[in-house]
């Protein structure tokens, strides 16, 4: 038995019943739609008797079609039993609570509604109201979608970190990282725990002192402060504690999410901080799965591994060792040049965003990740690991200039503008890049870009009014 919705569970305009005594069916019809974005008229078996809407986007759903039909032959079949519910509820209570259900279109994504049903007293019908949940859902979507790029992006965080802690663990040279303030380890690979003949979960968290002797313990003392507050390489010579073999050690600095670090090589005897084992140039390398390269300070290439000459489409690595890698990394010599100079002031570059340029002519957008590898003096050497980037990198990514547009636009010039003009043009074009990189890479600093420019300070600021960059960066300011 229908039990109708009673008055007293409503608040109503009791004070003005009388002024609806002369309101007439369309206008009452109006007032019954006018509160939801989808109003139903249901008859008692759950037919649609007649639809209202308020968008009129929703036309494209053709609401008009669900006439004469059951209310739960419009929703899509996983929501049949929610409108069954919703007529069973209504019958037995009145009204319902509100169930989200989604109606069907061709070519058109489901149009979500929440429904409540109600059955009002001397009315031969029921009413649904619904409101429309596209904008949430689209949200929802959104968020999902936000989700799984954050799933995403944090498993490959945690496999480039498993990479790298294997790298860092199969290094044939010992490294110790030690903390910049207190001198305490952070991190010890294998090569140094084995060359210490102590478990790595027995170092970390020691004072670095400990490991050698009680007389060396203020000559390390200094070294890590001097390499800390000075910025500079420290060599010593220091004996292993418990043990009377002796060590040089090369204690260099660097930065590490914002704080100062210090990284602490040891060497055995007859060792020199610029060898290279055979293995770090050929098994270690290879057995990455992106593409490594090892330059030195000219950026001339040392050692590859296969994945690089599959980048850039090379048959063997005696076509690329020894060039520099200026011919592949890129879009000009800039790219390079800034790139090494980051490395030489921060001691490792994340993330740099250029090109890579094959032997077939194919320009790509990579990241690359720079830092110095163990060891130093003037044979210093850089390791680089260079990623694609992904679609969703792309978007975001600051455009490398000096890309494929700019060319082909040189090339449809060829034949209507001197050769000169097009040359002096292009110069033009090139030293803007050059200085837009600059201004880049040091962070809209002007004496800094002066200096990797090779300019004076006055130079720069004449070219930035002659090219139009006197405000470049203040709107990110």
């Not at 002024?19 to 007032?31: G, H, M, Q, V």
């Not at 300019?455 to 720069?460: D, G, I, V």
Request: proline share 4%.
């Amino acid at each position: 038995m229908e039990r109708p919705v009673p008055r007293n569970d409503h608040r109503v305009f009791h004070r003005t019943i009388r002024l609806f005594d002369d309101i007439d069916a369309e206008t009452t019809a109006f007032l019954a739609a006018a509160g939801a974005d989808v109003s139903l008229l249901l008859s008692p078996e759950g037919k649609v008797l007649d639809v209202a809407y308020r968008d009129p986007a929703l036309q494209r759903y053709k609401p008009d079609g669900w006439i004469g039909k059951p209310f739960r032959d419009t929703v899509t079949p996983e929501c049949h039993d929610k409108i069954d519910a919703l007529i069973e509820e209504t019958a037995r209570a009145g009204s319902t609570r509100r169930r989200q259900v989604n109606h069907p279109a061709q070519g058109l994504p489901d149009l979500p509604v929440d429904y409540m049903v109600v059955s009002i007293d001397k009315m031969p019908f029921r009413l649904a109201v619904g409101e429309d949940m596209r904008k949430l859902s689209e949200i929802q979507q959104q968020l999902v979608r936000t989700q799984a790029e954050l799933e995403s992006e944090y498993r490959k965080i945690r496999e480039a970190e498993s990479r790298y802690r294997t790298i860092f663990h199969k290094a044939a040279q010992a490294i110790v990282v030690v903390d910049g303030d207190d001198h305490s380890i952070i991190d010890i690979n294998m090569t140094g725990a084995n060359m210490l003949h102590q478990q790595p979960d027995k170092i970390i968290g020691r004072p670095a002192q400990q490991l050698v002797y009680r007389e060396d313990r203020a000559t390390l003392a200094d070294a890590l402060s001097a390499a800390r507050h000075g910025g500079m390489r420290k060599d010593v010579t220091l004996h292993v504690a418990g043990r009377s073999e002796a060590l040089a050690c090369i204690v260099e600095p660097y930065r590490e999410n914002g704080r100062g670090n210090l990284m602490l090589t040891m060497l055995r005897a007859g060792e020199t901080d610029a060898q290279v084992p055979a293995s770090a140039d050929t098994g270690l390398l290879d057995s990455f799965p992106e593409p490594l390269a090892i330059i030195d300070r000219k950026g001339s290439i040392r050692a590859i591994n296969d994945q690089f000459l599959d980048l850039i489409h090379v048959l063997n690595k005696s076509l690329v060792v020894d060039r520099n890698l200026n011919n592949w990394l890129g879009a000009s010599t800039v790219d390079l040049q800034v790139l090494l100079s980051r490395v030489r002031e921060e001691g490792q570059v994340r993330q740099f965003s250029t090109v890579i340029r094959d032997e077939l002519g194919t320009t790509r957008t990579v990241a690359v990740s720079a830092a110095r590898v163990p060891g130093g003096g003037e044979g210093q050497q850089i390791g680089l690991l260079i990623t694609e980037a992904s679609r969703r990198d792309g978007q975001f990514a600051v455009p490398t200039p000096g890309a494929q547009n700019g060319s082909s636009d040189f090339a449809e010039l060829v034949g209507r503008v001197p050769l000169k003009d097009l040359i002096r043009e292009a110069v033009d074009v090139i030293e803007k890049m050059c200085i837009e990189a600059a201004l880049r890479q040091t962070d809209n600093n002007r004496a800094s870009a002066a200096d990797m420019l090779g300019l004076s300070r006055q130079s720069l600021y004449i070219k930035l009014r002659r090219h139009g960059l006197e405000d470049f960066g203040s709107e990110s300011n």
